[in-house]
C-alpha cells in the first residue's frame, strides 16, 4: 500500500500539478485512512463500500467534522480512482458511499473600512515594518493564498510592468499590482529585503528578520499582530483578505470570470460563492439597466 500511496501523491503532484498545501492534506487523509486499514486488519485492494462506510462511521465516533470526513472520502475516493486508472483494481468501491452534508458557512470578509484601517497599521519606518506593509498591501491586493505568496521568489514579481506571476495551484496564473501595492514593494525590495537577507543567493521574496523564506506561521502572526493593533473584532487571516479582495472585485463591477482567473479556482462554482455579497446598488443598476431584467 506504500508503494500505491507514494505514486498516487506523485500523480497528484506532477500530473494534476496540486499545490503543497493541498497536496500535504491529501497526505494526511490518504495516511489516516492506511492506519485504519492496517488496525483493522483489510486489505485496501478488496475493500467495499461497506467497509469505507464503517470507515467514515469511525471518524464519526472519533468526533471528527463533518467537513473533515467529508475531505477525507474525497480522498479516498481519489485513491481509488487512481487504482482503477492504473488497473490495480476493476471497481472503485467509494461510487456507491455517500458523502457527509456540509453546511457550507459564508467566507469571512472584511469591509473596506476595516481593510483600509488594518493595512494602514505596519508603519514604514523600519525593515520589519516595510516588510509587513508590503505583505499586507501585496496579500490583498493579489487575492493569493499564504501557501502561493510565501512561496513566490524575486523573479516571479515584474516590477517594471506591475504582476506576479504565480506557479502554484492549477495552472500558472498572472496577476496585477494596484499602484499602492507595487509602491509598497518596491520599498520592500529596494530598502528592506537586501539587509535582511544574509545571502546574496536568497530568492525567496519575502523573507523573516533572519534572512529566510517566511512560513505560513510567520504570516499569520503577523496578520494577527496588526489586527489587534487596528482593534478589529473579526477574527482575521491571511485568507480572510484573499476573501476580501475578492469580494470587493465583485462589489465593484469586475467579472467573475476574471475573479475565477485571479484567484486561481479551477472551478467557477468556488468562485460564485462570493455572489451572495454583492451591493444592492449592483443589482439596482441591473434592473435598471438590463433590458428583460
Known sequence: MDKQIKLFL????????????TLQSYKRDI??????????????LKISDEDITDYLS????ANKKTSTISRNLATVRSFYQFLVKTKK??????????????????????????????????????????RDKAMLE???????????IISLNVSDVNLEES????????KKRTIPLGSISLKALQEYVEKARPILIKNDDTVALFVNINGKRLTRQGFWKIVKYYKEQAHIDKDITPHVLRHSFATHLLQNGAELKAIQSMLGHSDISSTQVYMQFQD??????????????
Open 89 to 130: 483494481i476493476k471497481k472503485d468501491p467509494t461510487i456507491g458511499v455517500k458523502s457527509p452534508k456540509v453546511e457550507k458557512k459564508a467566507p469571512s470578509i472584511l469591509s473596506s473600512k476595516e481593510v483600509e484601517l488594518l493595512l494602514d497599521q505596519p508603519k514604514a519606518v523600519d525593515l520589519k515594518g516595510i
Open 163 to 170: 504582476y506576479v506571476i504565480c506557479n502554484s495551484g492549477y
Open 10 to 21: 506523485d500523480f497528484l503532484e506532477n500530473d494534476k500539478k496540486l499545490s503543497l498545501n
Open 280 to 293: 444592492d446598488n449592483l443589482k439596482d443598476i441591473y434592473k435598471k439597466a438590463h433590458p428583460r431584467a
Open 31 to 44: 495516511l489516516e485512512y492506511k492506519d485504519y486499514i492496517n488496525e483493522n486488519g483489510l486489505n485496501y
Open 138 to 148: 501585496f496579500a490583498y491586493a493579489t487575492g493569493m493564498r499564504v501557501t502561493e
Open 58 to 61: 469511525s471518524m464519526k465516533k
